[in-house]
């Protein structure tokens, strides 16, 4: 399949995958089940028809409240499943035009996990562990069949070690700074690390890079916008996240301008 077609593909899953990150989102910070009740209302607790639920149209063809009560509906359920049909789409896309088709599962979840992760972290500063730790085993599964797919399983020993190093890191900064990293972050980093470690060492310091730089920047934004200290809290996992990503969709080459620039050629 042409890495485009098979872009637009994934890219409609995604929405569907987005809509059921909604309820992730929505549920797992408050314990509840994944499965019962149905989708329903949150105010009037009406169950949602199937027509109202197609992604984003049903959100936009509602104006955006619920069909009986007129309770708003936050944006924030067609903007996750636009991003998820976003995400999955630009993931499929660079993977499958590498010649690494079989990976894009692996990373579709890492994708899935990485939007719903960032939302709750942005919305409650928390990283559950009903997502966290079940995340990394899905991951590892995947991308070891992806390297046996590919005949390269030097691949998957590189992501362990990458890993390891990645997780090790992390937890050293939460041992020297508690107030500035907090144990979800340590949590997911290995899986993050993981699965940029199987694309490239490049990636795994463009990634991680990148978070801290964005991670930085954030702070201080909020610290001159809206007059935050540097001793206020601000949730990391979004950034760690959205670092991980662009480490997944460029890192091969902004690593590789840089080794250019760096030592010339």
């Known amino acids: 399949m042409r890495p485009l077609v098979a872009a637009l593909v994934a890219g409609l899953f995604g929405l569907l995958a987005g809509s059921f990150a909604g309820v992730v989102i929505y549920r797992v910070p408050r314990r509840e089940s994944l499965v019962r009740?149905?989708?329903?209302?949150?105010?009037?607790?009406?169950?949602?028809?199937?027509?109202?639920?197609?992604?984003?149209?049903?959100?936009?063809?509602?104006?955006?409240?619920?069909?009986?009560?007129?309770?708003?509906?936050?944006?924030?359920?067609?903007?996750?499943?636009?991003?998820?049909?976003?995400?999955?789409?630009?993931?499929?896309?660079?993977?499958?035009?590498?010649?690494?088709?079989?990976?894009?599962?692996a990373y579709l979840v890492l994708a899935f996990g990485c939007l719903v992760l960032a939302v709750i972290d942005a919305t409650t500063r928390l990283l559950p562990n009903r997502i966290t730790y079940p995340v990394?085993?899905?991951?590892?599964?995947?991308?070891?069949a992806a390297s046996l797919g590919l005949g390269d399983l030097g691949r998957f020993g590189r992501g362990l070690l990458a890993a390891a190093a990645v997780g090790?890191?992390?937890?050293?900064?939460?041992?020297?700074?508690?107030?500035?990293?907090?144990?979800?972050?340590?949590?997911?980093?290995?899986?993050l690390g993981l699965a940029l470690g199987w694309l490239s060492w490049g990636t795994v310091a463009v990634g991680v890079f990148a978070a801290f730089l964005l991670g930085g920047l954030a702070g201080l934004a909020a610290m001159l916008l809206l007059g935050l200290t540097r001793k206020s809290l601000l949730p990391f996992g979004p950034w760690l996240v959205t670092g991980a990503?662009?480490?997944?969709?460029?890192?091969?080459?902004?690593?590789?301008?840089y080794g250019r620039a760096l030592f010339g050629g």
């Open 168 to 191: 090790a890191f992390f937890l050293l900064l939460a041992l020297i700074s508690p107030q500035g990293m907090g144990l979800g972050d340590v949590k997911l980093a290995p899986t």
């Open 37 to 105: 009740p149905g989708s329903r209302c949150p105010a009037c607790a009406t169950p949602i028809l199937w027509r109202d639920n197609v992604p984003v149209i049903g959100w936009l063809l509602l104006g955006g409240r619920c069909r009986r009560c007129r309770a708003r509906i936050p944006i924030r359920y067609p903007a996750v499943e636009a991003a998820m049909g976003v995400l999955w789409f630009l993931v499929t896309l660079r993977l499958v035009g590498e010649g690494l088709g079989w990976a894009v599962p």
């Open 245 to 257: 990503l662009l480490g997944i969709l460029a890192g091969g080459e902004v690593a590789g301008w």
């Open 136 to 144: 990394f085993p899905l991951v590892a599964g995947l991308l070891l």
